[in-house]
């Protein structure tokens, strides 16, 4: 049987007993916790009452959290002309059409958000096996198919977060860092919610929202009572 470490031990009696607890107490307790040798990332996770095998139960979205993500955004556009110069300007890491299309066909993601101009769509398209099960593949629902590129990028760098219900019909994000203050992770984590909430899909019978809960990189989680994770208590 493996041995548990102290620090996995510690964090266990911690939250023994802990089950929907107010989200000030929850983000408190996650953060006391976050001991691992670096900066762990707080994430959140909800389960949903939908079915996404059905078109009309998907949920998806974004959501610009008010204090950032805590983490470095690494930003793809595929562009040409005028389009690219702005995207280059606003600060896309990488920039491309044919180019790119080629590097990612060779394996070499190395961007964690991909942005294209609607004239892009029939080269991206060509990448949907590599870029699609990676999550990153531009989409107008979620502002990363546009001709704006320049607000795209800048909401990529500046703390914009993607959401996508999974088969179990759970969404889950990183929310922020434990090095944040709790003010600034409630919040986070409300924008969020909020967020999803707004994003519910016509075909959602009964309760949407069923559960939300909360754990660092490292630590366990907990669950978190909804009407505070709402802003309804």
């Known amino acids: ?47 949903l009452g939908v079915d996404p095998r059905h078109a009309d139960q998907m949920v998806r979205g974004s959501v610009t959290l008010p204090n950032g993500t805590g983490k470095t955004v690494r930003v793809a556009v595929f562009a040409r002309g005028d389009k690219a110069e702005e995207a280059k300007k606003a600060g896309a890491d990488i ?64 703390g914009q977060v993607q959401f996508r219900v999974e088969k179990a019909g759970v969404i889950h994000a990183g929310i922020g860092k434990a090095s944040f203050d709790e003010a600034k992770l409630e919040e986070n984590i409300r924008a969020f919610v909020d967020a999803v909430s707004k994003a519910k899909p016509a075909g959602a019978k009964g309760t949407y929202l069923k559960k939300v809960a909360l754990s660092s990189t490292m630590g366990p989680g907990v669950s978190v009572d909804l009407a505070s994770a709402t802003g309804a208590a």
């Open 95 to 158: 920039v491309g059409a044919e180019d790119l299309m080629e590097t990612v066909q060779q394996g070499k993601i190395e961007f964690d958000r991909c942005i294209a101009t609607p004239d892009m769509m029939p080269i991206v398209g060509r990448l949907g096996k590599i870029l699609g099960p990676r999550n990153l593949m531009p989409n107008p629902k979620i502002g990363t198919v546009t001709m704006d590129v320049a607000e795209a990028v800048n909401a990529a760098k500046g």
């Open 1 to 47: 049987m493996a041995k548990i470490g102290k620090r996995t031990r510690a964090a266990r009696e911690a939250f023994a007993g802990k089950d929907n607890v107010q989200l000030s107490e929850a983000v408190s307790l996650i953060k006391a916790n976050a001991t691992a040798k670096f900066d762990e990332t707080i994430e959140i996770s909800m389960n």
